[in-house]
Every structure is written in C-alpha cells, then in structure tokens.
Nanobody, 124 residues
Framework: QAQLVESGGGLVQAGGSLRLSCAASGRTFSNYAMGWFRQAPGKEREFVASINWSGGTTIVADSVKGRFTISRDNAKNTVYLQMNSLKPEDTALYYC?????????????????WGQGTQVTVSS
C-alpha cells in the first residue's frame, strides 16, 4: 500500500513558476514509474508527465512540453514537477500517481495509487 503526499501548489501570476513535490511511502519507490495528472473544474483528468523507475525516461504532454519538467530522487522517495512559464489554463488540481510498473506511461489506468492533489491557480 503506497501513500503519496503532494505539496508545492499555490497561487502564481501568469509567466511564473512553481515546483510540485510528491513524497511517497509504503512501497519501494525506485521499483515504480511515477506520473503527474491534473483536473480543472468541469473537465476530465488529463495526463501531464511521467517518469520511469530510474528517471532515465520521461514523457510530457504536448500542452506543457518545453515548460514543465518531471524528475525524481529515488534516495528521497520523491518525484517533482517543475512548472515554468505558467498560463491561466494550467490552473487545476494536480495529482501525483504511482504506476503498477516500471515504464513511464500516459494512461491513468496504469497507475494504482494516487495522492489527494495540490491546487495550482494561475492568475492572468
């Protein structure tokens, strides 16, 4: 049973930056890929980024490519999402998720543990 706790969300002006963190416990962190998803009010949850077990492979959604970077520190059992050049359309509840396997993946069905989310609000 894994527990995931996100932090780092907040209110930021357009063009600003935030760094989200997700601390994991309960399973051997380095055995699993990790992902970030987001859900805006009235919209479906969407994929943001994923990273494989070692950190050597990442996948980033086209909507955030070039602005967001996912990384992980297996020694600290933590995955990060660095968000730069934020836009109002990035406003959402951001979720961290842990995969059932080692490979980075876009599909949310690949993930079997989820955090409670951290709110990111970008003002124009």
């Amino acid at each position: 049973q894994a527990q995931l706790v996100e932090s780092g969300g907040g209110l930021v002006q357009a063009g600003g930056s935030l760094r989200l963190s997700c601390a994991a416990s309960g399973r051997t962190f380095s055995n699993y890929a990790m992902g970030w998803f987001r859900q805006a009010p009235g919209k479906e949850r969407e994929f943001v980024a994923s990273i494989n077990w070692s950190g050597g492979t990442t996948i980033v959604a086209d909507s955030v490519k070039g602005r967001f970077t996912i990384s992980r520190d297996n020694a600290k059992n933590t995955v990060y999402l660095q968000m730069n050049s934020l836009k109002p359309e990035d406003t959402a509840l951001y979720y961290c998720a842990q995969s059932a396997g080692v490979f980075a993946a876009r599909f949310d069905g690949q993930y079997n543990y989820w955090g409670q989310g951290t709110q990111v609000t970008v003002s124009s």
